[in-house]
């Protein structure tokens, strides 16, 4: 890449990354100028909701997201009722016929101020099997932002299990806080 040519606007796409090709857990790091963490969270919450999460801060009450110098919000998907009939019982082969609203899903959702960058980070702690659906709406949010003259950079999506253990978006870091169950 020669000094002419401008950077990207905005980190690769899921299908581009390694973890696009496989239906698994993933994360999507982004580093935003740290006057955009408000509207990069906010419209990363818009997506979540359009996928059909909803805010679960239940899921935060025993965390301590001061202890990674973070800020945290937790999304899922599904029900009690759902996860036992369909999770416990093999009955999740029959999830395509019941709909996809029926699988459990939890998302992590962190951001930490990095000298004038702001690293938010979308992470799928539960439910690899709307991978593909949260983030086709994450990767319409970073567009949107894009669009609207945004800087975004940051790795983008790669797998969750490759996040730094430092954050509460990494699977044993949410477990070991309870938001992962």
Do not use: Y
């Amino acid at each position: 890449m020669d000094a002419a040519t401008p950077p990207p606007a905005r980190p690769p796409r899921a299908e581009d990354g390694p973890a696009g090709r496989w239906k698994i857990a993933r994360a999507c790091v982004l580093h935003v100028a740290r006057e955009a963490q408000g509207t990069t969270v906010d419209a990363v919450s818009a997506a979540l909701a359009r996928a059909h999460l909803r805010p679960a801060p239940e899921r935060t009450s025993s965390a301590d997201p001061g202890a990674t110098g973070e800020s945290l919000w937790v999304w899922e998907r599904g029900d009690v009722v759902s996860e036992a009939l369909l999770d416990n019982t093999g009955l999740s082969l029959f999830t395509t016929r019941i709909g996809p609203f029926s699988l459990k899903a939890v998302v992590v959702v962190t951001a930490r101020v990095e000298r004038e960058e702001c690293r938010v980070i979308v992470s799928m702690v539960v439910g690899s099997q709307l991978a593909d659906e949260i983030s086709r709406e994450v990767d319409a949010a970073i567009d949107g932002l894009a669009a609207k003259g945004a800087r975004i950079e940051g790795p983008g999506w790669m797998r969750v299990a490759d996040l730094p253990r430092d954050t509460m978006a990494h699977p044993k870091t949410a477990r070991e806080h309870g938001i992962r169950a």
